[in-house]
């Protein structure tokens, strides 16, 4: 797995290029953005290979083999860490599960470039990726989240991200501090601090603001609420014997204020264990 550059070229590392260069095949999520990477570091003889959330399902059957056969792959994403909201998932998983060695070559992340520039706290924080599209189901998270002391970080659109902020005002509150930091390491980086409020204000009278890649440092509530225990994998087996894996996935993610996705994954490793052992 190997960490790219989130906006500037520059910032590849040594090992990564060497990596890159030596390999038999790049998984790439996608193929074309990766060839301007590798065309900015004079590598031309890799073989690529796509593989992204439509396709990860049927690509890890390809990469398998191709490493069983014991050939090298690269697995890189369009940007940052591999698996971080990207794909590679299902296949890591898999190649575990076949006993097949993974390293990673670390390097930028867009959260921790991020938290590091908020002056908000980073001794305890949570990365939530991104929050559900729809109005209801960001709704809901949120306030899942109100109560939240860590600093929580969020992946964003520019469609959706005066939506968002608007949101955070009304249930977190107008005051909560926040941090948007927008194209980080690029021509036009810019990171705006203040309340919900002030930076909800700046966006909506400034339309330039709400453009490129985004990624939104929240400050932890100061008033946490306690909250009953849910022992979740005990919830997980009993949902799964009276449930199909996505419907139990769905009402996991409800009693919890989890991620649907996550409890998804889980409720199919699960199901994949159990088969494995009869």
């Known amino acids: 797995m190997v ?7 520059g910032d590849i590392s040594i090992r990564a290029t060497k990596i890159l260069s030596c390999v038999q095949v790049i998984a790439a999520e996608d193929t074309r953005h990766t060839r301007i990477l ?19 399902a049927h690509q890890v059957l390809k990469v398998l083999r191709l490493l069983q056969s014991g050939e090298e792959v690269a697995l890189v994403s369009d940007a940052g860490t591999p698996l971080i909201s990207d794909p590679g998932y299902r296949l890591v998983c898999e190649t575990r599960r076949h006993n097949l060695p993974v390293s990673v070559i670390p390097g930028p992340s867009a959260v921790t470039a991020a938290l590091s520039v908020s002056g908000l706290g980073t ?7 991104f929050l559900p599209a729809r109005a209801a189901a960001r709704h809901s998270r949120l306030q899942a989240l109100s109560s939240e002391t860590r600093t929580q970080v969020f992946f964003e659109s520019p469609r959706r991200i005066c939506n968002t902020i608007d949101d955070m005002v009304s249930i977190f509150g107008p005051e909560r501090p926040l941090a948007l930091c927008r194209e980080l390491t690029k021509r036009f980086e810019t990171v705006l601090r203040g309340s919900a409020a002030e930076i909800l204000t700046i966006l909506l009278n400034d339309s330039d603001q709400c453009r490129g890649e985004m990624v939104l440092v929240v400050g932890g509530s100061d008033q946490a609420v306690v909250r009953t ?23 996991a993610a409800r009693l919890t204020g989890g991620r649907k996705n996550d409890y998804y994954a889980r409720m199919l490793q699960r199901t994949r264990t159990i088969k494995d052992n009869e």
Request: charged fraction near 25%; avoid cysteine.
């Open 3 to 9: 960490a790219t550059p989130i906006g500037n070229l």
């Open 38 to 56: 590798l065309n900015h570091l004079g590598i031309h003889q890799p073989r690529m290979i796509p593989l992204h959330e439509h396709n990860e």
């Open 123 to 129: 001794d305890r924080f949570v990365f939530e990726g």
């Open 229 to 251: 225990h849910i022992d979740e994998e005990r919830l997980l087996d009993l949902l799964a014997g009276v449930l199909t894996p996505r419907v139990a996935s769905e009402v």
